[in-house]
């Protein structure tokens, strides 16, 4: 799981900066900069903080997160077929949060 990876995506993918997201969240920048890089690892507190700034559920940031790396050979198959499906149900939900922000 690299949760750093997920946020940033869903960060750029809502058009916001690091700076935008450290004055939102009420985060430094330097922590937000670490955290996408892999340099730290967020606590639960620290990603529901993100998600309330950014308004996605933490639930696409885990799904955006999910890294079939280190499976064994028996699942990677299965990951392989319905990760895809699981990541468009994600970017799927981002989307209608989006849209949701857009028309208020």
Do not use: H, W
Request: aromatic residues 4%; proline residues 4%; contains cysteine.
């Amino acid at each position: 799981m690299n949760i750093g990876i997920a946020i940033k995506k869903v960060r750029e993918e809502l058009g916001f900066s690091q700076e935008k997201l450290s004055n939102v969240s009420g985060l430094s920048q330097t922590s937000i900069s670490q955290i996408e890089n892999g340099v730290t690892m967020p606590s639960r507190k620290t990603i529901e903080k993100i998600c309330q700034a950014l308004d996605v559920p933490e639930d696409v940031l885990y799904i955006m997160g999910i890294e079939g790396d280190g499976l064994p050979e028996s699942r990677k198959r299965i990951f392989e077929q319905l990760y895809p499906k699981i990541k468009e149900l994600a970017v799927q939900m981002l989307d209608e949060r989006k849209q949701n922000l857009i028309a208020d």
